[in-house]
């Protein structure tokens, strides 16, 4: 009878910690559908592209110098993405999503989910995507933490910054690649980074 009991609480466990386990990609623990990418506690499972001084502080990943960005290893096409992100005023950074190539990154070869209140041009300032939609309303995102939710199913995207829907747009020019967090300028961190597919 003590083998039964301790052979059923084997089988529980078992399931419990496959449910609960390591996602095959190396990403992070599944919780509910979604995997994580940026747990804050290390760069692990992200590439390294440019100048950009990445390092892990104060459980986020951190750049306050050079040009570059962090590239998922492997390429995503629908999914929904959350993130916390905090920048600094003067910052340029953006979540760049379904890239064409992990090698060129750009908003020329991927979509550009933007982070750039001080952009020259405001029409594709922070919570736009790039030369695809400007912004619904203008949320300054300078000095704090602030939440980014990104949904990307075939062809439509649909951005939410701080809870308030920025962009609902159509587009099938790219349909799937690497995402990738990029510093440009200013101090940029993300952190809690997590994905559904």
């Avoid at 990445?54 to 492997?74: C, E, K, Y």
């Avoid at 949904?151 to 439509?156: I, Y």
């Avoid at 701080?162 to 940029?188: F, H, K, M």
């Amino acid at each position: 009878m003590a083998v039964k009991y301790g052979l059923g609480l084997l089988v529980v466990l078992g399931l419990a910690a496959c449910s609960a386990g390591e996602s095959p990609d190396g990403g992070g623990v599944q919780s509910g559908g979604w995997t994580t990418l940026l747990d804050g506690t290390s760069l692990d499972g992200w590439t390294q592209s440019g100048t950009a001084n990445w390092r892990i502080a104060d459980g986020a990943a951190h750049a306050d110098s050079g040009n570059g960005f962090l590239v998922t290893p492997r390429n995503y096409a629908d999914f929904d993405l959350e993130l916390e992100f905090f920048v600094s005023a003067d910052a340029n950074s953006g979540v760049f999503i379904r890239c064409a190539s992990a090698a060129e990154i750009g908003a020329a070869s991927c979509y550009e989910v933007n982070i750039f209140d001080q952009r020259q041009d405001p029409t594709y300032r922070t919570g736009s995507i790039v030369d695809v939609a400007a912004p619904a309303a203008q949320i300054d995102t300078g000095g704090q933490w602030n939440t980014y939710a990104i949904s990307a199913r075939g062809p439509r995207l649909l951005v939410t910054l701080n809870g308030q829907r920025t962009v609902d747009v159509e587009d099938d020019r790219l349909a799937t690649g690497p995402i990738a967090l990029q510093y440009g300028a200013g101090t940029v961190m993300f952190r809690n980074v997590r994905i559904r597919e």
